[in-house]
């Protein structure tokens, strides 16, 4: 494996892991390189004027401190620019990390930075924006904007199940869906979910055969409705294949056209967007390469 030419680091600040931001500075320098590149954000959506600014000044392996949000904020900016990206999970999620078997360790993580497998993977882009796990309207989109984040600073993921028992109730908007330029679905839907990874929000496994570089993504569909159709549904996908509950129809494309009767809130990795009515959603194939384990 050829060393980096040039190093960066783009972190946010607010996040936490193991010895903080002074023991990220020491584990990167302990691996030798000559030249990096430091940035610190108070938070993501400051993250990819950074992340351009680095590659501009050649970094090719650029080191994320953060959560989902800030991943994903960065990939956005850094898709198709030839750099690598090393994840250090100081998040409270860390859904794509956990995905590809990045440990909550600073020091592993560094070190996978460094010396792990270089794996090119798809993203997903929807509205013009890029995700790398997964993109949802409906009672996933109103769990994460209501999830605030001093409740999600305390309870971590559990701000998720607690928001969640807010959102059982109420009629389901129709949802249209085309799938490839075809008419796949066209009925009330609670939930509509794109997926580029198996493991979602809240550590739910959605989509059992998802691959992150497989050149698809996954689209999944609720119809429950309810706290008793809702309890069916998630348990039938904590203890088996998801599709094979009565409530979830599950296919796979690489163009998805989603359209609903109603502006909502949509949301892609973790973080919410402002409401809308159409949502216009792509796969990437193989835009940004990530140090994975070996």
């Known amino acids: 494996m050829n060393a980096p030419k040039r190093v960066a680091v783009v972190a946010h600040r607010k996040k936490t892991l193991g010895g903080g931001l002074d023991e990220l500075r020491a584990a990167i320098a302990g691996h030798g390189p000559q030249d990096i590149d430091w940035y610190e954000v108070p938070k993501s959506r400051k993250a990819p004027k950074k992340a351009r600014r680095a590659v501009e000044r050649g970094a090719d392996l650029v080191f ?119 008419t796949w679905f066209d009925e009330p839907a609670s939930c509509v ?11 739910i496994h959605a989509f059992d055969d998802a691959q992150p570089d497989d050149g698809w993504l996954e689209v999944g569909v609720t119809t429950a409705q309810g706290a008793v159709e809702w309890a069916r549904t998630l348990g039938r996908m904590a203890v088996g294949r998801s599709e094979k509950s009565p409530f979830v129809r599950v296919t796979r494309a ?23 009515k159409r949502m216009k959603v792509r796969v990437v194939p193989a835009a940004i390469t990530v140090c994975v384990p070996t």
């Open 193 to 203: 979910l794109v997926g580029n990874v198996g493991k979602i929000t809240g550590g």
């Open 254 to 276: 690489r163009r998805i056209d989603i359209r609903l009767t109603e502006p909502m809130t949509y949301e892609l990795d973790g973080g919410a967007r402002a409401p809308s």
């Open 64 to 182: 994320v401190w953060g959560g989902d949000g800030m991943v994903q904020r960065t990939m956005d900016a850094l898709a198709d620019s030839g750099a690598t990206v090393a994840i250090v999970p100081a998040g409270t999620a860390n859904l794509l990390a956990g995905n590809l078997g990045i440990p909550n360790d600073l020091g592993e993580a560094v070190r996978i930075g460094f010396e792990g497998e270089r794996r090119p993977l798809d993203l997903g882009r929807i509205n013009g924006e890029h995700f790398a796990v997964m993109a949802g309207a409906g009672f996933d989109g109103r769990l994460i904007r209501d999830a605030d984040r001093d409740l999600k600073a305390r309870a971590g993921q559990l701000a998720y199940v607690w928001t969640g028992l807010r959102h059982v109730r109420g009629a389901a908007p129709t949802v249209r869906i085309k799938v490839d330029g075809t």
